[in-house]
């Protein structure tokens, strides 16, 4: 059946913001939607709040509203473009319940809208726990029984027929809230009683439990005239009980036979009928009781999701890609195989390698945090590794997730494997309990003696995984003891995925001595092509993976090629926004007429979608891996400036190979890096610093923070995100600083500034072509000095900072990238008090905040850099100084507290969030409020708000107070701050705090009578209380801030949204303002011209003819 | 772990392939073929279609599960070699009941392990199927090249007489609605694992059988089985199909092999593919409805086609196309009950989606309501 022409405007919804358990893997999905349905000539309007995705390109889609993804404003961009569809299931849950939402209020029908790709009945078929149960009921299948109740007596009779150890689901919790896993009948009433009691309704799902059972899931993909076809098996290393999303898991599946896998993929398929998924894929999770092989069904997404990301990887199969062509009418059998090329979609693709994903955790921020793993998703990215077998694929996946692992070794302490002690029977009793160590855990278990056998008992794990694990530990053994190192003992080490560095350590020897050795011996390792059908056809699309086997495919690139490294892992401090730098990049070098390698090893992304660069290496960012690339390639270049830190720390050792390394030097990295030379330029340049030292013993770090005055802010040097980062008022909090956060040694100096108390802060992102430097934003901090500027909401253009700091801030941009030979992006960091200007670090590479500085005004910052760093100047590539805009830009970060119970909400110079959301709007007060909004933290127009502030805050905090009394808020206060308020002539209302009594400020959140929250920290003696209060307001989604400026922005937020109704508005729409227009159209050349047109002197293309 | 020997894969062409083994084993001929099969390796090592050849399973990671004694498709294993890049020192699968690796020892079914099969794999797309040797060794001798230059080729070989049953067997029950001859050419047990859940009594016969002595059988219905070698050699079937069939009527089901069979009866031809088809994802469409079907394969030979029309068989039509290179899938009778599929409805190992047309055939013997098969809920469905 050829595409539907009785449509043909197409509305697509995002993911919205990174979150725990919706990343990435959604832009990529997005995108892949976008591209598919453009190239069928629909018109593709697309909404989506994160500025930090690559969908969001204004050349991708027609229409790019980057709007809060709720059923409101939604609304407003289908009354704005009336489209025709709605394709509900590329943007994950966030998608399908604002998709349901507006189909259940009827703004769908209003609108002649049409739900694509899944209808109303099933997704709420697959989301309804209840009716999914019925449903697999009616086709013969099997489902974990489960039983509702509402009150002890019947949970009691519940527990009778589903038996111990049972699961408790509270109904209607936030992300799974208050549930747990009981093993006996004390456990159990304890669990049912605080379920209950939780449940806004007072109901809890009483479900059996089948921990310990093998988890398996497959991806489906079914056309319109029900075609269906098994994209991918995975199966999950880590048992049922551990979220799929934190297991380690495998493809294809390991260790099924054809009878059970057949029968799975029998029931996957009468699954998606049943259900009724009209055109498209979905994920379909079984468990399998390892005694029998009794099979259930756990769950069914009627959608995208990561593991579809995951599978799409795995399989070179380009899930929703094709998921969009189906749901406009297409056949699976009228699709090309986009790899081959030769052969259709409509087939089942088969691997013949292995791949390995590893989840990457981000515990070490929250320590307060429970690292067990449940089925409440904790990770925040994950690593994809492939290798023909699984041992080659497991060791990659490990050293690709930049936990300072090369392979599966052991923590050096016992607290890096989460151990208190390392005897065996302590070693059992961990293993027993899964958290992000465990298979670190299971190695010290292995290598005191426990038994395979024991501890697939112990784990749950599957004995054929823990053989594959223990060979890998005998293999060492022999590798240590052998008594020398020959051919074929190196290349059979190889072939298990041991990394130069593994090796190394192994024999006592340095990294480097085992790869000249191997170099010596002539051990390489060849490239092997994904191409989804192990080799029976030829393969069009060079997407690569290393393995230590006989045959290389890779046809190196030679000169043409510019090798582009990507960010690995997402993880907080480094996530989406840099595999948007780099897909940029490798789009603007292949326009310029090179040939972009990229490499990476994060399957959520779209830098690894097969198309997006000419040659994918799907491989771990370390320096043998890439040294092995480049060595094969010999490019004209590597770009590592695009990537955040993972690349970045392979810059001297690239340098070291010989490696040409494009745009701004790694001696100039180093420079900004190096505090001591990084002063030195800075003096030299007459630009202020707060005063600052470095040390390197505890007894200096003493010193130097006496001399630069407290408060101080302390880090150790070379870190990303702001990791162990902490403000620190006197010299006895240091002392337990050292004690608990941060080792401090001649090879691990610390830092420490002198923290400038109620300073602005900004963020100035440059481009720089050796010769000129042009702004490409300026962006001021809302939150206070002090917060990370990753979790700080931040506005462009500057709305409180005065012409002169400005142009001062523009001046030392350009005189720092002038002077480090900046060729790239550069991003200088300002605090601005008593009208001087600091300067608080230069970071020369692309920063956080490209994204979002590129969005704003409109201008293709990482394409640009791409273009200057092979060579071309700004000039001309008609790039102005700056580009001005007549409107406001508000990023807001989102954060997972959330879903990590116990952590404290409190805002510091350590960065938590995980992703971002951008409120665009012709006023700060309005562009505020949509960020708000989008962040999940819509502000209420009338109502209740509850103050709390230390005596610091209390003046500042007055006016704004008063000026949500003047527009009628009822105003509740703790003791001082009443006081303090109605001494100021504003009516306030006192609560008690938490320890006064009850009812108390807790209480009042809990019963829905607080509409917002203002506090910022009181101190020691209240610190609990304001804790208490925090995480209460957040569990009952009370919005609240923790800063002055933060809520001195919400009420003008607050203040915009009362006087007029929001506003939607499309990016190409607010490019037609700026200059920024000459890029909208996506083509540097293209724009170049359009800058010479304008008597900017010569463009991109006339240089190059 | 023992220590392994060096061992390696010869092909005729003199391309070599390193690998090793782990037990010693005399150097062992064959067609090399791959099969793309993610599952069920125990299944192809007892296909008999497999008889007499070297299989690389692209699957990287073999002998997981082990073996058991239900998934056979022959009482043994029929391949005369196996090539894998790893083998599994430790199965686990709680219906196993062997490692792999010793049940093909028991059999003495030489496996060259820790080949780069993918490069074995490509030569044999570009270069073709080609005989090839599994040796012990460091690398191919002339007494090794001697002996695998003097090995038959596949083409004109009539491997159907060897794969066959030695006498006659009945299964299923005495007083079954339905009696099926079933010509054993090497025929997979689950053909006859779903006839008789399917509610028949199947007759299995030799692959000489003569019509006359089918026809004392009193069949309802004539079943022609897979099985290996070249279609062009079993001669002998033809005559008995196109009397039982053709003649007298039968209702007539055929796969694989009993597909070619057809196919030459009726004046049609068959050609070597280039590689063959092997593997559990081979999308065919079923050019009745359109719908597409994921489909189980394995064979070398294939029935030539042009357009719907297979040349010089006019009575018979095109009914399933392979979807990566066109070639012919199924055919039928244009007026009499015969049909055929090339592939392997029974799948075991592979999918299910084909299953339907064991239910399809009993409706052509007859019947008027028909059980499902219990594995696939909506099989009835089209």
New interface residues.
């Given amino acids: 059946m050829p595409k539907r022409t009785d449509i043909e405007t197409i509305l697509i919804i995002g993911s919205g913001p990174i979150v725990i358990g919706q990343a990435a893997e959604f832009d990529y999905s997005g995108t892949q939607a976008v591209k598919a349905l453009k190239e069928e000539g629909y018109r593709v309007v697309l909404v989506n709040s994160n500025p930090a995705t690559i969908m969001t390109d204004p050349e991708l889609a027609d229409r790019t509203y980057i709007e809060p993804l709720t059923p409101e404003w939604v609304a407003r961009v289908i009354e704005r473009e009336r489209p025709d569809a709605l394709l509900p299931t590329m943007g994950g849950q966030t998608a399908l319940n604002v998709a349901m939402a507006l189909a259940n209020d009827g703004t769908l029908e209003r609108y002649g809208v049409e739900l694509i790709g899944a209808d109303r009945r099933s997704i709420k078929m697959a989301e309804d726990r209840q009716e999914f149960a019925q449903a697999m009921r009616r086709i013969g299948l099997k489902v974990p029984e489960g039983v509702v109740v509402s009150s002890l007596t019947q949970a009691w009779e519940a527990v009778e027929r589903v038996g111990y150890p049972v699961i408790i689901r509270p109904s209607f919790t936030l992300g799974g809230t208050g549930g747990g896993v009981a093993y006996n009948r004390e456990e159990y009433e304890e669990k049912v009683k605080h379920a209950l009691a939780l449940s806004p309704i007072h109901t809890a799902l009483i479900e059996r439990s089948v921990l310990g059972w093998k988890e398996f899931e497959l991806e489906v993909m079914r056309d319109c005239r029900d075609n269906v076809v098994v994209i991918c098996s995975i199966e999950n290393f880590d048992p049922m009980g551990v979220h799929t999303g934190d297991s380690i898991t495998v493809a294809p599946a390991m260790t099924l036979t054809d009878r059970e896998y057949q029968e799975m993929r029998d029931a996957a398929i009468a699954i998606i009928r049943e259900i009724g998924v009209a055109a498209g894929g979905c994920n379909i999770q079984f468990a399998v009781n390892p005694e029998n092989g009794e099979m259930l069904v756990i769950e069914m997404n009627p959608r995208v999701s990561r593991s579809s990301a995951l599978a799409s990887k795995a399989t070179g199969f380009p899930i929703a890609r094709i998921g969009a062509k189906l749901a406009v009418g297409y056949t699976l059998d009228e699709l090309p195989n986009d790899i081959t090329r030769t052969t259709p979609a409509s087939f089942e693709p088969v691997l013949d390698y292995v791949v390995v994903k590893f989840p990457r955790f981000a515990f070490e921020k929250f320590p307060m945090a429970d690292a067990t793993l449940t089925t409440q998703m904790k990770s925040v990215g994950e690593s994809m590794a492939i290798g023909r077998t699984f041992k080659e694929a497991f060791q990659k996946a490990i050293r690709a997730l930049e936990i300072d692992r090369p392979g599966w070794v052991v923590g050096q302490t016992l607290r890096d494997d989460r151990l208190e002690a390392d005897d065996v029977e302590s070693l059992k009793a961990a293993i027993r309990t899964p958290t992000p160590e465990r298979v670190f855990q299971i190695k010290r278990a292995m290598q005191a003696g426990v038994e395979v056998e024991e501890i697939s008992r112990l784990t749950g794990i599957d004995r054929w995984f823990l053989t594959q694990l223990k060979e890998l530990l005998d293999a060492e053994e022999d590798f240590r003891r052998a008594a020398a190192i020959d051919g074929e003992l190196l290349r059979g080490m190889k072939r298990m995925g041991f990394s130069d560095r593994q090796l190394a350590d192994l024999r006592g020897m340095r990294e480097e001595e085992i790869r000249e050795l191997r170099w010596r011996l002539g051990i390489r390792p060849a490239y092997k092509t994904v191409d989804t059908c192990a080799g029976e056809f030829p393969s069009a699309t060079p997407y690569l993976y290393s393995s230590y086997d006989d045959e290389n495919e890779s046809e190196p690139y030679g000169s043409e090629g510019i090798v582009i490294l990507g960010s690995g892992p997402n993880r907080i401090g480094q996530g989406v926004e840099f595999d948007y730098c780099c897909v940029r990049a490798v789009l603007a070098l292949r326009e310029l007429g090179y040939r972009a390698i990229m490499v990476n090893c994060n399957p959520e992304t779209v830098s690894t979608d097969f198309d997006t660069s000419d040659k994918l290496y799907f491989e771990p960012l370390t320096l043998e891996d890439v040294l092995e690339i480049v060595s094969l390639e010999r490019p004209r270049g590597v770009i590592l400036q695009l990537g955040g830190q993972t690349p970045l720390k392979m810059a001297k050792g690239l340098e070291a190979y010989g490696v040409p390394i494009l745009g701004t030097s790694p001696d100039a990295i180093d420079i900004a890096e190096d505090r001591k030379r990084f002063e030195e330029l800075t003096r030299s340049l007459g630009i202020a610093q707060p005063p600052n030292g470095t040390a390197t013993t505890l007894e200096e770090a003493v010193r130097v923070a006496a001399e630069v005055g407290y408060p101080v802010l302390v880090r150790p040097s070379y870190v990303l995100g702001g990791r162990a980062m902490e403000i620190v008022y006197d010299e006895a909090s240091l002392r337990r600083y050292f004690e608990r956060a941060a080792k401090v040694s001649p090879a691990h100096p610390v830092l420490i500034d002198r923290f400038l108390e109620d300073a602005f802060e900004a963020d100035v992102d440059a481009i720089c072509d050796g010769k000129r430097c042009a702004i490409g934003g300026i962006m001021q901090h809302i939150e206070d000095a002090g917060i990370h500027s990753g979790d700080s909401a931040c506005v462009l253009p500057p709305y409180l900072i005065g012409e002169a700091a400005l142009e001062e801030m523009r001046h030392y941009t350009r005189q720092f990238a002038l002077s480090l030979g900046v060729v790239g992006l550069i991003n200088v960091q300002y605090a601005i008090k008593d009208g001087v200007v600091y300067v608080l670090e230069v970071n020369p590479r692309a920063s956080r905040t490209v994204p979002f500085v590129s969005k704003a005004t409109g201008v293709p910052l990482a394409k640009l850099a791409a273009a200057v760093m092979v060579g071309h100047t700004l000039d001309e590539a008609g790039v102005p100084d700056e580009v001005s805009i007549p409107y406001v830009a508000v990023k807001e970060a989102v954060f997972p507290f959330s879903k990590l119970p116990n952590v404290d909400t409190l805002l510091g110079p350590e960065m938590r969030s995980t992703g971002e959301v951008m409120g665009i709007a012709d006023s700060f007060g309005m562009a505020f409020a949509k960020a708000q909004i989008a962040a999940d933290g819509a502000l209420p127009l009338e109502g209740t708000i509850f103050v709390t502030v230390n005596d610091h805050d209390k003046p500042t905090v007055t006016p704004i107070v008063r000026r949500f009394h003047e527009m009628g808020f009822r105003i509740l206060a703790t003791e001082g701050t009443a006081r303090y308020l109605q001494a100021r002539g504003i009516p306030c209302e006192r609560v008690l705090k938490v320890y006064e009594g009850r009812p108390n400020a807790a209480d009042l959140i809990v019963s829905g009578e607080v509409h917002l929250l203002i506090n910022t920290p009181l101190g020691k003696l209240t610190q609990e209380d304001d804790y208490y209060i925090r995480r209460t307001a957040l569990q009952h989604r009370v919005p609240y801030t923790t800063t002055m400026s933060a809520a001195s922005a919400a009420c003008d937020a607050v203040l915009a949204l009362r006087s007029r109704k929001g506003t939607v508005r499309a990016l190409q729409e607010w490019y037609q303002l700026s200059v920024a227009s000459r890029w909208a159209g996506g083509s540097l050349v293209e724009a170049g011209k359009a800058g010479a047109a304008e008597g900017e002197p010569s463009s991109l293309v006339k240089e190059r003819s | ?1 023992p220590q392994k020997l060096k061992a390696y894969v010869l092909l005729e062409d003199g391309t070599w ?2 690998g090793t083994a782990r037990r010693e084993f005399p150097p062992t001929t064959g067609e090399v073929v ?1 099969t ?5 390796y ?2 192809v090592f007892t296909d008999p279609s497999y008889l007499g050849q070297i299989v690389t399973m ?4 073999i002998g ?2 082990g073996v ?1 004694s ?2 056979v498709e022959s009482t043994k294993p029929q391949v005369n070699g196996v090539v894998v ?2 083998l ?8 196993a009941r062997e490692a792999l690796d010793e049940w093909l020892a028991s059999h003495n079914i030489p496996i060259v392990e820790d080949v ?4 074995l ?2 030569h044999i ?1 570009a270069a073709g199927a080609m005989r090839g040797i599994v040796a012990v060794g460091p690398e191919p001798t002339p007494e090794v090249r001697d002996r695998l230059e003097k090995s038959p080729r596949m083409e004109g070989l009539d491997l159907a007489s060897l794969a066959t049953t030695e006498g006659k067997r009945t299964v299923g029950d005495p007083n079954a609605r339905y009696h099926i001859v079933a010509y054993d050419y090497g025929m997979k047990e689950n053909i006859l694992r779903l006839f008789v859940s399917l509610g028949c009594r199947v007759t299995v016969v030799p692959a000489h059988t003569p019509a006359e002595e089918t026809l004392e059988l009193k069949p309802d219905g004539l079943f022609l089985s897979n099985g290996p070698g070249d279609p062009a050699a079993v001669k002998y079937a033809l005559p008995m199909i196109r009397e039982l069939a053709g003649k007298r009527g039968l209702p007539t089901f055929g796969i694989c092999l009993g597909h070619q069979l057809i196919g030459l009866a009726f004046g049609g031809e068959t050609v070597k593919l280039p590689y063959g088809h092997r ?5 065919v ?1 079923e050019l009745e409805n ?3 079907l ?1 489909t189980s394969q394995n064979h070398g030979f294939a029935v030539r086609g042009e357009g719907k029309n297979i040349p010089g068989a006019k009575e018979l039509e095109i009914t399933h196309i392979n ?2 290179d066109g070639t012919v899938e199924g055919l039928r009778h244009r007026e009499l009950p015969i049909f055929a599929v090339q592939y392997h409805p029974e ?6 989606d084909a299953r339907k047309h064991f239910a399809a055939f009993l409706e052509a013997l007859g019947a008027t309501a028909v059980p499902g098969t219990a ?4 099989s009835e469905d ?1």
């Fill in positions: 772990m392939f390193p791959f793309t099969n993610l599952t069920g125990q299944e692209t699957a990287t990671m997981n599960y058991n239900e998934d890049r790893e599994s020192n430790r199965f686990s699968n709680w219906r780069d099969t993918r490069r794999t490509r797309r593997g559990g994802n081979h999308p469409r359109g719908r597409v994921i979807l990566n799948a075991s190992p592979g999918p299910h594995a696939s809920p909506r089209s």
